[in-house]
C-alpha cells in the first residue's frame, strides 16, 4: 500500500509543482518545515511566499523509494518515508541533479489516503567539475 500511495503522491507533487504551484501548499500539514539547499521554511504562509519566489521548473524523477515507518515508533500516527531523485530545469538555470526527502503524515483513521508533508529536504547533488 505505501509503495502504490507513494507513486500517486510524487506524481500528483512534481506535477503541481511545475504545473500549479500556486496550490502546492495544499500538500502539506499547517506547521510543515522544508528545508531547500541549506535554507529553512516553515509555515504554510512562508511556504507560498518561497514557492512563488521560485523560476517555473521542470522535473524529471529518476527514482523514488519509500519506508513506512512503525506505528509503535510514531504514536499510531500513519508516517512514510520518501526518497526520490533526478533531474531539474528551472526557468534561466542549467539543468541540476538533485534528491529530496519527503515525510509525510496521514491521519490515523484506518484505509485514509489523504497524505500531507510534514517536512523535506531537497539538495542539488551536482558534482564540482574538475
Known amino acids: 500500500m505505501a509503495c502504490r500511495a507513494t507513486e500517486e503522491f510524487v506524481n500528483i507533487y512534481y506535477e503541481t509543482m511545475d504545473k500549479r504551484r500556486r496550490t502546492l501548499t495544499r500538500l502539506f500539514v499547517d506547521k510543515a518545515t522544508l528545508i531547500w539547499n541549506g535554507n529553512v521554511v516553515t509555515g504554510l504562509d512562508a511556504l ?20 513506512p515507518d512503525h506505528v509503535q515508533a510514531t504514536q499510531s500516527q ?5 526518497v526520490t ?3 531539474v ?5 542549467k539543468q541540476h541533479f538533485f534528491n529530496q526527502n519527503f515525510l509525510l503524515t496521514a491521519p490515523s483513521a484506518p484505509n485514509s489516503t489523504l ?9 542539488f547533488q ?3 567539475s574538475s
Open 126 to 128: 551536482d558534482w564540482a
Open 85 to 87: 531523485s533526478g533531474t
Open 115 to 123: 497524505w500531507k508533508i510534514a517536512g523535506y529536504c531537497f539538495y
Open 48 to 67: 507560498s511566499n518561497f514557492f512563488k519566489m521560485l523560476p517555473s521548473s521542470e522535473f524529471q524523477i529518476n527514482m523514488l523509494d519509500c519506508q
Open 89 to 93: 530545469k528551472f526557468d534561466g538555470n
Open 78 to 82: 500513519t508516517i512514510v518515508l520518501v
